[in-house]
């Protein structure tokens, strides 16, 4: 199953070549309104998802890419393990590494990760969404490499 990692390098590529852009275009904080709801903005996330542990004075860098190393490493030896049969479930784990590779190369290099893409979801009336906690093209792989995972799971335990 190692063809599918051709998709994890295109996920690490796109994710790195976007976060590349921004810097070069934006000022942090910066809003460029892209379609009612979507903007890009350029920000920076010393911490994990949703900014956890950002303010804890540096040493989740190194946490953090240790972390991001071993899971990458696990999920690349179950990807080479699985059966030709297991598409889906190599497809998302592809995402997971190229997701949390593209991660990594920001906090190794920059200390913090490139986010750029903030959504509105005007219709759920919480703060906490308005603006929706800023994301980058790793980060989107990494989500749907989890459902994707999920699914091909829970279809692959139902009963035939």
Known sequence: MKHWLWLSLAVLVLDQATKW???GLLEPFEVIELVPNLNLTLMFNTGAAFSLLADAGGWQRWLFALVAVGITVAL???LLRLKSGDGSLAFGLALLIGGAVGNLIDRI???HVVDFIQVYLP???LAVFNP???FNIADSAI????????IATLRESEPT
């Open 76 to 78: 690349t030896v179950w």
């Open 143 to 150: 989500s749907v490499g989890v459902v994707v995972m999920l």
């Open 21 to 23: 852009l921004v810097l």
């Open 123 to 125: 219709f759920i009336p």
């Open 132 to 134: 929706w906690p800023s």
């Open 109 to 111: 290099l920059l200390g």
